[in-house]
């Protein structure tokens, strides 16, 4: 957790669990991705896909 920033990018309906578990739940050892939930700068680009296990259906889409 050194980085300055962070940057994860996340694509397709493979990985839609993954980015359910690091941002919708909380910190777990099972999902290590969930640890920048303590990251004073990260950002999540995700594509639509990656979406669909989010209960929440409010994305910033750019």
Known sequence: MDANEVMILVTG???????QKAIE???????????????KKSI???????TMELRTKNCSLF
């Open 44 to 50: 999540f680009v995700v594509d639509e896909d990656a």
């Open 13 to 19: 309906t493979s990985k839609a669990l993954a980015l």
């Open 25 to 39: 739940e909380g910190v777990n050892h099972m999902w290590t991705v969930s640890a920048f939930q303590h990251h």
